[in-house]
């Protein structure tokens, strides 16, 4: 009679017993991983902003760790395929934002085959999607009995074979390509003359009613997947497209912020805080859901940015917008971030320098929080130094799933650091970063090197060293000073060049050819830009090879006001023009810091005097001369205080 009862009732609830046999043999969590895109570290309430407003993040935080030096890379791609593979981007090879071009053909070097003759290193192409050899997260997670779902953005390859579904995702509900949707709101394709409408993007994203917001839609089917999966583990891949371009947000939203000013005077966007103001709301929905069915114990709950806050797009001007008429694509855009943002980036992540797309702490310093009630103490803080490749080991440890057999894991599992149990055992976390402003970052404890591949205009030096501790924002440079902690640094990034075979750069034949670099002391003080320097009989010949060529140098360290004198002659002539910013500024954004002069066109020599009203002491100094039309030839330059000290060059003794 017990054993006929006990049948019927697998029959009449086999769920039930599935649920049983899933959830009681091994208590495996559910994963969530709540991924936004370009969110900053102090994009948020617990990490201190006082003009963005995030209640439901604030909340979290009370219930978890949250991490004051988590890492991402400082695009979205490579942090996602290491989140994916558990590997350093030096070694899975996407280094870039690029998995919404077509891929490389097989067998392709990732080296271009030529470089521009004006450019000393050939620099190698990142993959434009995550390789499909890889046993990814959710493929192991698939093998082990989880249901998986990838809902948002993927950026990880354009064509159908390198989608979610190729790399164990149950379930996928994404667009290609993907960088951002082509709109935010439903309609979510556009038209050839891009106007909402068309169906031009492919994935597996379908519309919903007009005007729909796709914040919500990703929530509403992540949503839906957790209800249809709550009785057996889960893993819920949720990668959202806020706050990311093309800046869709709720205009009522946006205009509350409109009226709000930031205590800390940082922080002004409303665009961004609308923006965030919906992923907030998108966390809540979704961690209330979860507790309203009962999975918030048995739930590893995962909170995390793909790179630091963008600081740099939309951040537009009258000549900029000069051409931008009616009809342009970009218009309506264009006009609608005037309205409500000004001229005002996306994002301001002070007190860190700089953000995306900087190998610096505001383009790779996120926020990272992790809830998992009886493992994790609510309401905890870690300085655990952590990033992308951790999130791997970290959820195959949780789950109870081995790492796979000959895959190499860069990664550490945290969970000793979540538990609190013990410490990471590794001794340095390291960024390899090959594009933009090209370089390798290493962090130990307090310190941290940026090692640069070549000199750049704004970055002239080849090391930065920093005490983190002390100056979280990378203002004094130590490498001069501590020589030997740079040696130390340097040499674990050698190492770790050599175990990731990472894809340094190469020299450029064609540079070494037409392009050596001049050995007089004087001249190695500068660094040439879109164009290059050539020694003839007593000057300095600068040959343009691009738009916009100049001289970048950071040994003008004078205070304001200054004179420049130039001793310069040009066949064509034309207008050059002087650009600088001071110590403290990061970038040369500041209206008021460049003077424009004219240079004759004749070939005889003239002496060219320049008033520049510089306030405060020079950090960096461009040259901008008109060598894209002829060469320009330079005798001497010389920048002057009013109070007489002056910083000077003369190449009327150089010889070819």
Request: aromatic share 10%; hydrophobic share 35%.
């Amino acid at each position: 009679m017990k054993y006929s009862l006990i049948v019927m009732l697998l029959l009449a609830f086999p769920s039930a017993l599935l649920y049983a046999a899933d959830r009681s043999a091994d208590a495996r969590p559910n994963i969530v991983l709540f991924l936004v895109d370009d969110m900053g570290w102090m994009d948020s309430t617990p990490y201190g902003s006082q003009y963005y407003e995030t209640p439901s993040m604030q909340r979290l935080a009370q219930q978890s760790m949250r991490f004051t030096d988590a890492y991402a890379l400082p695009l979205c791609s490579p942090t996602r395929a290491s989140i994916l593979s558990g590997q350093y981007s030096a070694r899975h090879g996407v280094t870039s934002a690029s998995g919404h071009q077509p891929a490389a053909p097989a067998g392709a070097s990732p080296y271009p085959a030529k470089a521009p003759p004006g450019r000393p290193l050939i620099y190698a192409n990142s993959k434009n999607y995550l390789d499909l050899e890889l046993p990814s997260l959710a493929e192991m997670l698939q093998q082990a009995g989880y249901r998986t779902g990838h809902f948002g953005k993927w950026h990880l390859g354009l064509s159908q074979e390198h989608w979610p579904d190729k790399h164990g995702f149950d379930v996928a509900f994404h667009a290609q390509p993907s960088p951002g949707p082509p709109s935010y709101f439903s309609p979510y394709g556009v038209t050839a003359s891009g106007k909402p409408g068309g169906r031009q993007h492919v994935g597996t994203i379908t519309d919903g009613p007009e005007g729909e917001y796709i914040t919500d839609r990703l929530t509403d089917e992540a949503i839906k997947f957790v209800e249809e999966n709550k009785d057996r583990p889960f893993f819920l891949n949720f990668w959202h497209y806020g706050v990311h371009g093309p800046w869709g947000h709720k205009e009522a939203y946006t205009a509350e912020f409109a009226e709000k000013t930031d205590p800390r005077g940082e922080q002004r966007n409303p665009i961004m805080a609308s923006m965030l103001k919906s992923v907030d709301e998108s966390l809540g929905r979704l961690t209330a859901r979860i507790d309203e069915l009962g999975l918030t114990d048995q739930t590893l709950f995962i909170f995390y940015s793909d790179n630091g806050g963008n600081v740099h797009s939309r951040t537009y001007d009258d000549a900029k917008l000069a051409n931008v008429k009616p009809g342009h694509p970009q218009y309506a855009a264009i006009q609608d971030w005037r309205k409500w943002a000004g001229g005002e980036p996306p994002t301001n992540n002070s007190p860190l320098r700089e953000g995306k797309g900087r190998i610096y702490e505001g383009g790779q310093r996120v926020p990272l929080m992790v809830r998992w009630p009886g493992h994790v103490k609510a309401g905890s803080i870690s300085d655990a130094i952590v990033g992308p490749i951790d999130m791997y080991p970290t959820i195959l440890a949780a789950a109870g799933v081995q790492l796979p057999a000959g895959h190499i894991v860069d990664g550490e599992s945290l969970l000793p650091v979540l538990e609190q149990t013990g410490t990471l055992r590794r001794d340095a976390y390291f960024t390899w970063f090959p594009h933009l402003i090209p370089g390798v970052s290493v962090r130990q404890g307090n310190w941290k090197l940026i090692r640069r591949f070549e000199p750049h205009p704004s970055y002239p030096d080849i090391f930065e060293l920093y005490n983190l501790k002390e100056d979280i924002g990378e203002s004094q440079n130590l490498a001069e000073q501590m020589p030997e902690k740079v040696k130390e640094l340097d040499a674990l990034i050698d190492q770790f060049v050599q175990e990731t075979g990472a894809l340094y750069p190469k020299p450029n034949p064609d540079y070494a050819a037409s392009a050596k670099p001049v050995a007089n002391a004087a001249l190695e003080e500068f660094v040439p830009r879109n164009c290059q320097l050539v020694k003839v009989d007593g000057a300095l010949r600068v040959v343009g090879e691009g738009k916009q060529p100049f001289l970048g140098t950071a040994r003008v360290k004078l205070s304001g006001p200054l004179k420049l004198t130039l001793t310069a002659r040009c066949a064509e002539g034309g207008t050059g023009r002087v650009q600088w910013k001071t110590s403290g500024q990061d970038d040369f954004s500041t209206p008021g810091q460049s003077v424009n002069f004219e240079i004759p066109a004749e070939d005889d020599w003239h002496e060219v005097t320049v008033d520049l009203p510089v306030k405060g002491q020079t950090q960096i100094v461009r040259l901008y001369l008109t060598a894209d039309k002829s060469p320009v030839e330079l005798r001497a330059i010389r920048y002057q205080e009013a109070q007489g000290r002056q910083k000077g060059w003369d190449f009327s003794k150089v010889k070819p």
